[in-house]
């Protein structure tokens, strides 16, 4: 059964890649996708059948625009939390999503689980071309959010990078891609987590305007590759000082015009 979109008092109905799909999303409340979940898409790049893993998917803005841009993917979006499990499952049902909806799953598993209690959640090792990932980000010194289902999905744990880095190695092929957004500040625990792991590590610092800092870095890295470590050309949000439009080739990675190719 597919529904029409309809904002609620509860949550709104928000369209991206200019209305190639919609998503559900708690209103006032919550994580709600943005710009960081556009540019973890546009790091899977296909042209053919692939399998990819959304870890920590949320309400699986990600995974729904890799599955718009990539008509021949399908995509599981993994979810700990219920209700933001729920809120992927009402996006599928939406009309305006119903041309890539039977290739999406939604699956309610814990990323840090190991061994047999990964595989029973749902995660079963080799099983993805590309898994990709957008961890929490704050820690223990960062002022704590009253919104309890934000908090849920921003709290960094310790070893967060190690342990979601290590369910990623295993449940990817041999020569599967890993990619990830995060804070610049996470960066050794990154290519630490990587180790041997994942290889041909790329790092793409992404600044919002030139002469400021950096507020994000892209990393895609191969499982089992021995290459080294590269630092990508940075990416500017904004190429105008006085305006908040932003540049060009922003524009089209968030609107999933093109993909982020690895160098």
Excluded at 20 to 42: E, N, S, T
Excluded at 71 to 81: D, G, H, M, Y
Excluded at 228 to 244: G, I, N, V, Y
Aim: charged share 25%; proline share 5%; aromatic share 4%.
């Amino acid at each position: 059964m597919s529904l029409p979109a309809e904002t609620t008092a509860e949550h709104t109905v928000d369209a991206f890649h200019r209305g190639g799909f919609h998503l559900v999303q708690p209103k006032g409340r919550g994580h709600r996708a943005g710009i960081d979940a556009m540019l973890l898409a546009a790091l899977v790049d296909a042209d053919r059948p692939v399998r990819v893993a959304d870890l920590g998917a949320g309400a699986g803005a990600a995974g729904l625009a890799v599955a718009t841009r990539l008509p021949q993917a399908s995509v599981t979006l993994v979810e700990r939390s219920a209700e933001m499990a729920d809120y992927a499952r009402r996006s599928l049902v939406l009309v305006e999503n119903a041309h890539l909806a039977d290739r999406i799953a939604v699956i309610e598993s814990d990323v840090t689980l190991t061994g047999k209690a990964r595989a029973e959640g749902g995660l079963e090792n080799n099983a993805f071309d590309h898994v990709i990932m957008n961890p929490p980000f704050n820690d223990g010194a960062d002022r704590v959010t009253p919104d309890a289902l934000k908090a849920e999905a921003h709290a960094m744990t310790e070893d967060l990078f190690e342990t979601w880095i290590r369910t990623a190695s295993a449940i990817t092929v041999s020569g599967g891609q890993l990619s990830l957004i995060a804070r610049p500040q996470s960066l050794a625990e990154i290519i630490a987590a990587c180790g041997r792991r994942f290889g041909g590590l790329q790092i793409t610092p992404v600044y919002p305007r030139r002469g400021e800092n950096a507020v994000r870095i892209l990393a895609t890295a191969i499982k089992g590759s021995r290459a080294r470590l590269s630092l990508r050309a940075p990416l500017l949000m904004h190429d105008d000082p006085e305006s908040h439009r932003f540049a060009a080739d922003i524009d089209r990675l968030i609107n999933g015009r093109v993909a982020y190719r690895r160098a």
